[in-house]
């Protein structure tokens, strides 16, 4: 991928393509046309890498996204990014982060674990926050995300309008903030978190993506998370059990509803050059 950046580069500063007239159909079907070759041309690259990053996608992926570039010209868009605990979801997204920083990209990155319900008051009459999982209470339904705000938020950065998103704090208490973290409505706007698909919302999504990694790795990690946190080895072996039999009940069954199946084991500075390239090829016109 890293030849493939530098050829582009090369070319883009010898000769840029002349820049479709995207006010007019003719024009954002050329482009999509465009696009497309270079999304397939992405994937025969991919195919002779060691540790591929992409795993499979849907036939019919390129046609329906083409589409929607055509048709819907003016929305953002909405890319879900979802996978089991510990698959690599947030690894991914701290890279793209990266390469935000690096190069200005026009991304959003939505944390949708901030939808988590608040449930200060069912932690408190429990104890704490394992006691609540231990007595049966289900973490990691749908029921425990407040999918009707997410929709309505993702609606409006859909359209161009900035939004204030709640805040779900990680420090046990199982408290949530209502309208506290500001969120750009940039052009590509990426909702991570293994919600991002249930069923609820995973149809306002122009692409969804899932991360894919093992269960031995993924549990690696994991526990290796636990430690970092302080959480003792006994109660982070509890937890990854509830884990595993979430992650059969709400995401595993949505991974053929997804357009793109991702390594959770790839390569971050090759994936950094994915991202890369993807930009370039975005960005290598010139305006008539």
Not at 34 to 59: A, G, P, V
Not at 169 to 190: A, E, R, W, Y
């Amino acid at each position: 991928m890293e030849a493939l950046v530098k050829k582009l580069l090369e070319e883009q500063n010898n000769e840029k393509i002349q820049k479709p007239n995207c006010q007019t159909r003719a024009g954002r079907s050329l482009l999509a046309f465009y696009l497309q070759t270079k999304f397939k041309q992405i994937i025969n690259h991919d195919k002779k890498f060691n540790k591929r990053l992409i795993l499979s996608y849907r036939d019919e992926f390129l046609n329906n996204f083409c589409d929607r570039l055509i048709n819907r010209p003016n929305e953002r868009i909405l890319i879900a990014l979802s996978g089991e605990s510990a698959s690599g979801k947030s690894t991914i997204c701290q890279q793209i982060t990266k390469c935000i920083s690096k190069h200005n990209l026009p991304i959003t990155i939505l944390t949708a674990d901030n939808y988590f319900n608040d449930i200060s008051d069912l932690i408190q009459k429990y104890g704490n926050f394992d006691l609540l999982r231990d007595s049966g209470y289900d973490i990691d339904s749908p029921n425990n995300f407040d999918l009707a705000q997410l929709k309505q938020d993702l609606l409006e950065l859909q359209q161009g309008n900035d939004i204030l998103s709640p805040e779900y704090l990680v420090n046990g208490t199982g408290k949530s903030k209502p309208k506290s973290i500001p969120v750009k409505s940039n052009k590509i706007i990426i909702v991570e978190g293994m919600c991002s698909i249930y069923d609820e919302i995973q149809e306002i999504f122009d692409i969804k993506v899932y991360v894919e990694l093992d269960d031995f790795e993924r549990k690696r990690r994991f526990i290796n998370r636990a430690k970092t946190r302080n959480q003792d080895e006994a109660n982070a072996l509890k937890h990854w059990e509830y884990l595993q039999n979430s992650g059969k009940k709400y995401v595993i069954k949505n991974k053929d509803k997804c357009d793109i199946v991702i390594n959770g084991e790839c390569d971050l500075e090759y994936f950094s050059h994915m991202v890369e390239y993807i930009h370039l090829i975005t960005n290598n016109f010139y305006e008539a």
